[in-house]
């Protein structure tokens, strides 16, 4: 969620600036193609949403079949959700996942 704070309070979207709600998911999905690939994008979906009078952003992101890496500088990271939280994988760790999966 984007426009939300950690205790579920909606803030609205208004303090990122864009001129527009499509500039907005412009920029997202600029940020996919860059950093996800185009091949991932179909597995994003996003879309706003009235709550508490604010608008707020929610980006819902389906089941990969094939492995997805975050890349960024010419470097690859791979994270997994733990719980409530994101864990960045070293490669040995990625590979022990891959495994498991």
């Known amino acids: 969620m984007v426009g939300v704070d950690d205790e579920g309070v909606a803030l609205g979207l208004e303090?990122?600036?864009?001129?527009?709600?499509?500039?907005?998911?412009l920029h997202l999905n600029t940020l996919i193609m860059n950093h996800l690939g185009g091949e991932f994008a179909q597995l994003i979906k996003a879309t706003i949403h009235t709550?508490?009078?604010?608008?707020?952003?929610?980006?819902?992101?389906?089941?990969?079949?094939e492995p997805v890496f975050f890349r960024r500088d010419n470097d690859e990271y791979f994270y997994v959700r733990t719980?409530?939280?994101?864990?960045?994988?070293?490669?040995?760790?990625?590979?022990?996942?891959?495994?498991g999966r």
């Open 83 to 99: 719980g409530p939280a994101t864990a960045a994988l070293s490669p040995s760790e990625v590979i022990a996942y891959l495994k």
């Open 15 to 25: 303090t990122d600036k864009f001129s527009n709600e499509d500039k907005l998911l």
């Open 51 to 65: 709550v508490d009078e604010h608008r707020v952003l929610a980006v819902q992101c389906l089941h990969s079949a």
